[in-house]
């Protein structure tokens, strides 16, 4: 079993910025491709960034391409989001998930494990 936890959410302004992270547990960090899903008010969750085990592969959601970076330390069993140029569109609880495979099973939301979200409001 793998445990989650975010921390780093909070109430910004438009175009200021925020970096989330979520600490790991109960499994070796370095086995779990880690991603970042986001749900807004009344929407589905998405997809937003995912790192693989190494950190050597990443993906973003093309509303946060240029916006947002994703990383991770293995030594500290931390994925990070770092999220710039925050938009009033981006406001949602964001989750962190983890997953031994990548891409394709975490990416489309079906990671194993999943924490249990912080919220991000951006005011305009």
């Known amino acids: 079993q793998v445990h989650l936890v975010e921390f780093g959410g909070g109430l910004v302004q438009s175009g200021c910025s925020l970096r989330l992270s979520c600490a790991a547990s109960g499994r070796p960090f370095s086995d779990l491709a880690m991603v970042w899903f986001r749900q807004a008010s009344g929407k589905e969750r998405e997809f937003v960034a995912g790192?693989?085990?190494?950190?050597?592969?990443?993906k973003y959601a093309e509303s946060v391409k240029g916006r947002f970076t994703i990383s991770r330390d293995n030594a500290k069993n931390t994925v990070f989001l770092q999220m710039n140029s925050l938009k009033p569109e981006d406001t949602a609880v964001y989750y962190c998930?983890?997953?031994?495979?990548?891409?394709?099973?975490?990416?489309?939301?079906?990671?194993?494990?999943w924490g249990q979200g912080t919220q991000v409001t951006v005011s305009s």
């Open positions: 998930a983890a997953d031994q495979r990548w891409p394709s099973t975490i990416v489309d939301g079906r990671a194993s494990y």
């Open positions: 790192i693989s085990w190494s950190g050597g592969n990443t």
